[in-house]
């Protein structure tokens, strides 16, 4: 069946959540493919509730799923898997991150793949960024570097090495919503990859002309966050290096 499920975390996203929406949903009706869009709102605190309301009167093929608070990314996702219809799931952040590769994922995942991804490991991709500041710089060495990390501790292919972008797709598996996740806020994309690899699923991987913004709702400097980052990377490669 030639359908989809997109689900789409988003958190205090006021200013553009309206505009991207629309815009996904122009871009969905030109691939002409049957879908749903579930909209999970992470307890957001500004206006964003009340947006998707509006929102969901004016498209019928919009769901949306509310967090009383914020509970995490991954949570969030989770939470949309849990109640998407269609076998077959496109994952996207809320600003839209490489949507000129929308089209390439439903492509994909409409012939003999398992799991497509945007990859800006590979070797094609580029950094569309002529000059990076620290903060840039910084960004790029911590993802390679996590990116290197997990690579080596569940001995990934390169190709399967970037599992923190915000676009990828798949199959479910057979029995898929009796997989057992552990990630929270951050990591629901690698315990996903993961599966697929123990599975002896088809990636494939999309290379991509990419940009590193200047600022993230995740600060380099923040050492709680990081902190949580670093514990909840750690739980999930310490339970899933046993297998």
């Known amino acids: ?23 996904l ?4 009706k030109k691939i002409k493919v049957n879908y749903e869009i579930i909209i999970v709102n992470d307890g957001s605190k500004d206006n964003t509730s009340k947006i998707l309301k509006r929102l ?24 949309g898997l849990k109640f998407s219809k269609y076998k077959k799931i496109v994952l996207i952040d809320s600003d839209l991150p490489y949507l000129d590769s929308f089209e390439k994922i439903i492509k994909r995942l409409n012939q003999n793949y398992d799991f497509v991804f945007v990859n800006r490991r590979h070797r094609k ?13 910084s960004r790029y060495l911590i993802g390679f570097f996590v990116s290197f990390i997990i690579k080596i501790i569940l001995k ?15 199959k479910k598996l057979e029995n898929f919503e009796k997989l057992k996740f552990i990630s929270k806020k951050f990591f629901l994309d690698l315990e996903l ?12 991987s999309v290379p991509v002309k990419y940009t590193i913004d200047k600022k993230s ?21 310490l339970k899933y290096k046993k297998n």
Do not use: C, W
């Not at 004016?58 to 799923?65: G, M, S």
């Not at 991709?125 to 710089?137: E, T």
């Open 1 to 23: 069946m030639n359908a989809f499920s997109i689900i789409i975390p988003t958190f205090n996203d006021e200013l553009n959540i309206e505009k991207n929406v629309i815009h």
């Open 25 to 28: 949903i122009k871009k969905v």
């Open 56 to 79: 969901r009167k004016k498209y019928k093929k919009i769901r949306i799923l509310n967090n009383i608070h914020n509970l995490g990314k991954s949570f969030s996702v989770r939470k």
């Open 125 to 137: 991709s580029l950094i569309k960024n002529k000059k990076l500041n620290f903060y840039q710089f």
């Open 156 to 170: 990934f292919n390169t190709v399967e090495t970037d599992t923190q972008s915000g676009l990828k797709g798949f």
């Open 193 to 204: 990859m993961h599966y697929y690899k123990l599975h002896d699923k088809k990636f494939f």
């Open 217 to 237: 709702s995740i600060k380099i400097f923040s050492v709680i966050k990081n902190i949580e980052i670093i514990y909840e990377l750690t739980l999930v490669l």
